[in-house]
Structure formats: structure tokens, C-alpha cells
């Protein structure tokens, strides 16, 4: 009886589901318009194309190759491209506010894995115990304690390994005041002085110039390679 019941309840359920594709009264033409401006955009949408734009009179085009976005030169510089990432560094001097909030933010997007003590051991990694299995650097270290600042940008730009990337997670200013952290608490266990805290040495931010010598010549000692 049972059976009966469900399968005409079934049945009474695909013919609703069919009736309710009955197109037959359906509008196909827009209702009327009283601001066109507003319906049809006047500016041309991306991924569009746009016929004084010439050739192939695209709207969104692809960087000129070779070519680098402002504001991103020797940023991009990763692990691997050339040692020069390693000389990579910042401009940037932080004072106790900024210092205090990339606390804040260590203990946010790194502390769960590399410990609120900087020791490598936070809950998620948990002395082995945890359930993130990769032990994460323990920045007491002295693996870790003089580790060039550069290096340490392209772990969190780009990850390391097992960690992941936190570039979207954090802008570029966010990840030096993070870095400055780490290495204000090197300093004061053994490792190099720190130098981003106000008032510490100026340097030009582009004193990444050595990063470009080095970067050509590595790309020169690439290219006779080929
Ligand atoms: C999910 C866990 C996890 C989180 C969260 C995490 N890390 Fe790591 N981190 C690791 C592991 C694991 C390693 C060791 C990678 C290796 O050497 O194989 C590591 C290594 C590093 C290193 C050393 C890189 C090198 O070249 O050896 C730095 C620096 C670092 N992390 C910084 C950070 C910072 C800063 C954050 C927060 C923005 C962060 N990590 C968040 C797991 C994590």
C-alpha cells in the first residue's frame, strides 16, 4: 500500500516539476526602458572590445611582455629565481604601535603553527602531536636566528614547503611589520641588531640595486648556459 502511495505522490511531483517548465506564457522580450543609461553601460566593459583601440581592439590587455607592475619591481623576486631574493629587504622603519600590531598579527596567521614563543611550536604543530605534521621553523634556532630578512619575505610571500602562502592574507606593509616582529625577538635572543625599529639605519628602498646586478648576472649565467 505504502508503495502505492509513494509512487503516486512521485508521479504527482514530476508532473508538477513538468507543468512548472510550461513556457507557453513566458516573456521573452525585456520590459520597457526609461533610462537607457543605466541598462546599456556607455563605457566600454572589460573582456569587450572597443574599435579605437585598434589591432585587436581588445578592452583588457595583456602586460607588454617583460614588464613589471609599479610598485612591484624585486618584489617578485622568489626562492630559486636568484640568491638575490635573499638581499631583498624594506625601506620601512616601525614604530611601537606598528611594532605591537605585527604581534598581533604573528599571533594570528603564524603563531598557531611557529608558537606565540617563536619556538617552532604552536598548538597546531604541538611537538609533533599536532595535527599539522611539518615541524614550522622555530626562529630561536640558529638556523633560523640570523636568517637574512629576504628569505624570510619569500616565505610568507610565496610559502615554504609545507606552509603555505599568506600574501593574500596580508599586504606588503602588514608582512614587514610581521617580519620586524620576528626579528625585534631575534635580536633580543642572539641574533643580529635590529635595524627596523624607528630611528634605525636609513636605507634607500631601492638598495635593492645590488638585487638587479646580481639578478642580471645570474640571468647572463643562465642564459650562456642555454
Ligand atoms: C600551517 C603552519 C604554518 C603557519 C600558519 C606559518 N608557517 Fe611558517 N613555516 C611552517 C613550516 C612547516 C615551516 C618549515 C618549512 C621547511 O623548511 O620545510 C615554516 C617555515 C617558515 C620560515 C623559514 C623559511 C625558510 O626559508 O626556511 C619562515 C621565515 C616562516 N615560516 C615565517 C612564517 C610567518 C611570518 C608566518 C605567518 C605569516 C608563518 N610562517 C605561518 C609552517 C607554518
Not at 579605437?52 to 613589471?68: F, Q, W, Y
Amino acid at each position: 500500500m505504502n508503495k502505492i502511495k509513494s509512487i503516486v505522490v512521485a508521479s504527482m511531483g514530476i508532473a508538477l516539476g513538468l507543468a512548472s517548465c510550461d513556457s507557453g506564457n513566458m516573456r521573452r522580450t525585456p520590459g520597457h526602458i526609461y533610462a537607457p543609461d543605466m541598462t546599456y553601460s556607455r563605457a566600454y566593459d572589460a573582456y569587450t572590445s572597443n574599435p579605437k583601440l585598434g589591432k585587436d581592439s581588445l578592452i583588457s590587455h595583456l602586460p607588454v611582455d617583460g614588464t613589471i607592475a609599479r610598485g612591484h619591481l624585486y618584489d617578485h623576486l622568489k626562492e630559486g629565481d636568484t640568491n638575490a631574493y635573499k638581499t631583498y629587504t624594506t625601506a620601512m622603519r616601525f614604530n611601537a604601535d606598528e611594532m605591537k600590531e605585527g604581534g598581533r598579527l604573528f599571533n594570528i596567521y603564524c603563531g598557531i603553527c611557529h608558537g606565540t614563543n617563536l619556538d617552532g611550536n604552536g598548538p597546531l604543530y604541538n611537538g609533533g602531536n599536532g595535527k599539522f605534521a611539518a615541524a614550522p621553523a622555530n626562529f630561536k634556532d640558529a638556523k633560523y636566528l640570523h636568517m637574512p630578512v629576504g628569505q624570510m619575505y619569500a616565505a610568507i610571500k610565496y610559502g615554504k614547503n609545507m606552509m603555505g602562502t599568506y600574501a593574500s592574507q596580508l599586504d606588503v606593509k602588514q608582512r614587514w611589520m610581521v617580519l620586524a616582529y620576528i626579528k625585534k625577538f631575534q635580536s633580543a635572543n642572539g641574533g643580529d641588531p635590529f635595524i627596523f625599529g624607528e630611528g634605525g639605519p636609513e636605507i634607500k628602498a631601492d638598495s635593492a640595486k645590488t638585487v638587479t646586478a646580481t639578478a642580471a648576472n645570474t640571468n647572463a649565467a643562465n642564459n650562456n648556459k642555454k
